[in-house]
């Protein structure tokens, strides 16, 4: 049996409270991605199963809950956060050549690049039908803006890849605009449902923007430390991507020549092996990089926490408290 | 030195009706392409010289002129709709293997599929910004109704590729998703730039409906037939892509049973060499295909101008009827 992670049991104490409006999410996800054509319902549902957790639709009922709603538009925007985030799964699993996504095979791999590219733009376009049907521009600045920032980090991490000389500033650019982008706009999407103010919306937006990062920077942690079991994510799967994450960017700045010489090498091959992962995570082990980068996640934490902390004292609160403890610190 | 088409100088005369309109359109697509991360830029520069004469742009720039405007908008949505338009040209590349497109190499061929993907989205993400900018949820409605059709339609063709079995009207129907929807878009936020009535946004529409549907069904035909310095495309690609078009499944249908198994071999092959595409011309001019194909067009473009009857009849008016008379006849 899977064990299940604290992070996963914050992640359901929080949907028990939203239960209802989780179920109404779900269910206009699966209405939006049906098709005459039959490999879009197709590929899209193995996608959105795969996608796990729905942590950022989650985000978006959970702060349009937790200030009050008015009517369903924040089931709306939840659906099209989700959908926005399933094409940049959809096409980052082409740029990134995953063949498992969560232990089971990705879909460009059971259909191919195509159909992942085209589906993925399909859905991206039905992002943004939901977001029109709220009559929210606002919303649709917010999250128009969000899939521009989000697409250009990845461009950016692209163009960084086996870049081992890259500042830990542009390292922390490319989270905020890969991952903390959607984080934040989910959350303040959340506050226009439910019709909150200008200052509202600004702490939801920091409350994201740092549990996002927060988020990100524990998962690349876990990438040298976790169990292979955690998230369907292997240990190692950045490593052998050539992916340079917070851990790797430590361990080079802090190493001697020769140890940084070894991560110039294996970020230079085409190919890393288990040899080499062995070797960065001795490495990486003794330049206390996971213990800095999981300091640095549990920073953003206590800023996510702070962001919330002028709102009453609510069970929606305190689940989405519980949440920023458990994703910035995550079993490892 | 280049012939100029009919074709093309039609678009020349339309496009000196709206001089400055048009060049402030290209000026704010150079404005939004610009970006940190030089990738960005420098293969959008490409991709977007490479595209070509800016149809769908002058379309809404056109109509909306035609009836006249108030303010910027139709300048903002024309770039939106051409920033639209690039997005789906290099997902498009990509999906195709196209190694070439107006007779210069490809962004996924200089770059990178990776990066083909991702600068698409970024400029999708764009398009969708600039559309927020004119405050209006119709033209939203419209264009994201569209970016969906689109990649639907691309998800058919897919599908459907290499399936001599083809109905005509499953054709249309991709012809009408992939081409159609976004002409008939162009022209419709054209008039909501106007602030024109609803019947006058529908025959907007249903003119730029097809108008498309006359300019693919002629492109269609030209790649059996055309010069091959013709809009850089060359005689066969969709033949050698496995692309079944009009030209091909009338010759299918009309064909004796000896030639209906040419057709048939000829497209369950991985690759199709010039022998096959000399014999594929033949068996298409027997069946008289492009002819037929031709006469369609010219049907569609005969609608096309029906549509645009009940305006006043104005230079822009009369460039708008003689881009439909040389679309969908075009040199051949």
Redesign the interface.
């Known amino acids: 049996m899977k064990k299940i992670s604290k992070a996963d049991l914050s992640i359901k104490e929080l949907v028990d409270l939203i239960q209802e409006d989780f179920l109404k999410t779900n269910n206009l996800i699966i209405d939006q991605i049906s098709?005459e054509?039959?490999?879009?319902p197709e590929l899209s549902k193995h996608i959105i199963n795969l996608g796990g957790k729905r942590l950022r639709p989650i985000l978006t009922i959970a702060c349009a809950k937790m200030l009050g709603i008015k009517n369903n538009d924040h089931i709306t925007l939840a659906a099209a956060v989700e959908l926005l985030h399933t094409a940049?799964l959809l096409?980052d699993d082409?740029?990134d050549e995953s063949d498992f996504r969560r232990g089971k095979k990705t879909s460009h791999i059971l259909w191919d690049?195509?159909?992942s590219?085209?589906?993925g733009?399909?859905l991206?376009?039905?992002a943004?039908?939901l977001?029109?049907k709220t009559?929210s521009?606002e919303c649709?600045?917010i999250l128009?803006?969000?899939?521009?920032?989000?697409?250009?980090g990845?461009?950016?991490q692209?163009?960084a890849i086996n870049n081992i000389d890259i500042k830990e500033s542009d390292y922390m650019k490319i989270i905020e605009a890969k991952t903390a982008a959607l984080f934040s706009s989910a959350c303040e999407v959340g506050g226009i449902a439910s019709s909150s103010s200008g200052e509202t919306r600004k702490s939801l937006f920091s409350f994201g923007k740092n549990l996002g990062t927060a988020f990100q920077l524990t998962d690349d942690a876990l990438d040298y430390s976790g169990s292979s079991d955690r998230l369907g994510k292997n240990i190692g799967d950045d490593f052998y991507d050539g992916k340079i994450t917070l851990p790797v960017i430590i361990a080079y700045r802090e190493g001697e020549e020769e140890q940084r010489n070894f991560w110039v090498d294996s970020f230079n091959k085409a190919e890393r092996n288990p040899e080499d992962l062995d070797k960065a995570n001795h490495l990486i082990n003794q330049n206390e990089a996971i213990e800095k980068t999981l300091n640095l996640a549990n920073n953003y934490g206590k800023k996510a926490k702070r962001d919330l902390s002028k709102f009453p004292d609510t069970p929606i609160k305190t689940g989405l408290i519980n949440l920023v403890d458990f994703s910035s610190i995550r079993d490892h």
Not at 37 to 40: E, M, Q, S
Not at 144 to 152: G, K, L, P
Request: net charge neutral.
């Open positions: 098709s054509v039959d490999r879009i940049t096409h082409v740029v690049n195509k159909s590219i085209l589906v733009d399909y991206l376009g039905k943004f039908q977001m029109v009559g521009l649709l600045k128009s803006n969000a899939a521009a920032v989000i697409a250009e990845e461009v950016l692209l163009v």
